[in-house]
């Protein structure tokens, strides 16, 4: 089991933040938060699915992603406090996704309940929908679940006819409050550890230290986990806006260096989706699309402004979302390109 101190969380956060491809929330309000929670003593404790037993659930964020500029939601203690009453069985939070904001949250209440945070979570990334889940690709619903207003309403959601139905409601009712706590996947850990993405947990305290501690953080990173060298260039031109609850449009990129001459645009939903160089596809769903700035942090599309100098790097996707099924839920036609998926490496190749 690994307790997080001042200098792992901020680890986690950075490297979180850079995984979750664009998305995932507010690194700030992610790591003040945990910050908090160890300036008030309590433990932030990440252990493997097989070091605990009994029934577990997922903690995060839905909302509309806030457009270029705007704060994310915050959700207050006061309204954290009134769910823990229904958390009393629960023996560990499983992150719903990687990201600055979604990845601390889920720590948070667990270091309130006393459970540990698992060492894993359901995409091994951010993804934009609520579809885009391991449970669900391994046949797990996510209802019965809770869904907590900001305000402090809290809505049970006991069946729904199918995820897309699921997927509808929550968002809906996120729509109307600008952003919910959601509380589901109520499942045994012994099945966490057969379909969840394991140590992305680990993974994003090692990509967090590899960009705080190293002299080359690009080059170590492509190096120690088979990334790509996408793009280095300048922010030319930012066109997102908030629609249907999704942050969508696209970003465009003018090349310097070696990609001097040459440009990018990456398609947004939430989350970085497809990435064109000079118009031929160069990075497709789901494998990871992650924008740094200049001082190596990961850029959340709602700070992604003009003129700003990136590096634009890949990774291939968790291999379940490679398979036939998890393509048809995370593949370009699902986003609505009439491409079929190449994996990143045959595409830089």
């Known amino acids: 089991m690994l307790k997080l101190d001042y200098e792992l969380a901020r680890y986690l ?11 995932g929330g507010d690194p700030e309000l992610g790591l003040e938060l945990l910050m908090r929670d160890i300036d008030r003593g309590l433990q932030l404790c990440i252990c493997d699915p097989a070091e605990t037993s009994g029934l577990t659930c997922s903690a995060y964020i839905c909302g509309p992603m806030p457009k270029p500029g705007e704060k994310d939601l915050h959700i207050s203690d006061d309204v954290i406090k009134i769910v823990l009453e229904y958390l009393r069985s629960i023996r560990g939070i499983v992150p719903t996704e990687l990201g600055g904001y979604n990845t601390a949250i889920a720590i948070h209440i667990s270091s309130i309940l006393g459970v540990p945070t698992l060492d ?3 995409v091994g990334r951010a993804a934009p ?3 885009h889940t391991t449970y669900y690709l391994n046949g797990v619903c996510p209802w019965p679940s809770l869904v907590v207003t900001p305000r402090g309403d809290v809505l049970e ?4 006819v199918n995820i897309f139905s699921y997927e509808d409601i929550v968002r809906n009712i996120s729509e109307k409050h600008g952003g919910v706590l959601v509380l589901d996947s109520f499942i045994n850990s012994v099945e966490v550890s057969s379909i969840a993405v394991k140590r992305t947990l680990s993974m994003s305290i090692e990509v967090g230290k590899i960009v705080n501690t190293s002299k080359e953080p690009i080059r170590d990173l492509i190096r120690r986990f088979g ?3 996408v793009f280095r260039g300048i922010v030319d031109d930012v066109n ?3 629609k249907h609850g999704f942050l969508q449009g696209r970003v465009t990129y003018r090349g310097i260096g070696e990609f001097y001459g040459h440009n990018l645009e990456i398609l947004v939903k939430n989350e970085n989706i497809a ?5 031929k596809p160069v990075v497709l769903p ?3 699309i992650c924008v740094l700035d200049e001082n190596y942090k990961g850029l959340t599309n709602n700070r992604v402004e003009r003129g700003l100098k990136v590096w634009v790097i890949a990774f291939k996707a968790p291999e379940i979302w490679r398979t036939e099924k998890g393509l048809e839920l995370f593949g370009p036609r699902h986003f609505g390109l009439d491409i079929d998926y190449v994996p990143v490496e045959e595409l830089i190749r």
């Open 13 to 23: 956060i950075d490297g979180a933040t850079i995984l979750a491809t664009g998305g």
């Open 120 to 122: 894993c979570d359901q």
């Open 129 to 131: 929908e609520l579809i």
């Open 157 to 160: 959601i006991k069946k729904c």
């Open 227 to 229: 990334g790509f060298l």
């Open 240 to 242: 997102l806006e908030v």
């Open 275 to 279: 990435a064109f160089r000079d118009g």
């Open 286 to 288: 789901p494998d990871l």
